[in-house]
Nanobody, 124 residues
Framework: VQLQASGGGLVQTGGSLRLSCTAS??????YTWFRQAPGKEREFVAG????????TYADSVKGRFTISRDSAKNTVALQMNSLTPEDTAVYYCAASPSNIIASEIRRGENYGYWGQGTQVTVSS
């Protein structure tokens, strides 16, 4: 069972990037993205149920980031627009085979499967 995150890179302020999280070996019911900037704690970015019944975002990315799925590829994407230097971090996808309830979806402790992380750097 594996989660593979990809799509990070270097972009200028105001630019866009699209991250992908591909699952292999099993299916998951809840997918999330977290990020960790240097010297900071890991923080929740976005999450959704695979079936689309629930989607949520951190306030800091709401309106700029979109989490979506590609069923054919068993992939969840994070489209990031209007990026700022404050978005610079290592981004991790995490998933659970369970439907994590809304009040718990932002807690990293609920996820037993994590991707390896992909670096996003936004230059000013």
């Amino acid at each position: 069972v594996q989660l593979q995150a990809s799509g990070g890179g270097l972009v200028q302020t105001g630019g866009s990037l699209r991250l992908s999280c591909t699952a292999s070996g099993r299916t998951f019911s809840t997918y999330t993205w977290f990020r960790q900037a240097p010297g900071k704690e890991r923080e929740f970015v976005a999450g959704r149920r695979w079936n689309g019944s629930f989607t949520t975002y951190a306030d800091s990315v709401k309106g700029r980031f979109t989490i979506s799925r590609d069923s054919a590829k068993n992939t969840v994407a994070l489209q990031m627009n209007s990026l700022t230097p404050e978005d610079t971090a290592v981004y991790y996808c995490a998933a659970s085979p369970s439907n994590i309830i809304a009040s718990e979806i932002r807690r990293g402790e609920n996820y037993g499967y994590w991707g390896q992380g992909t670096q996003v750097t936004v230059s000013s």
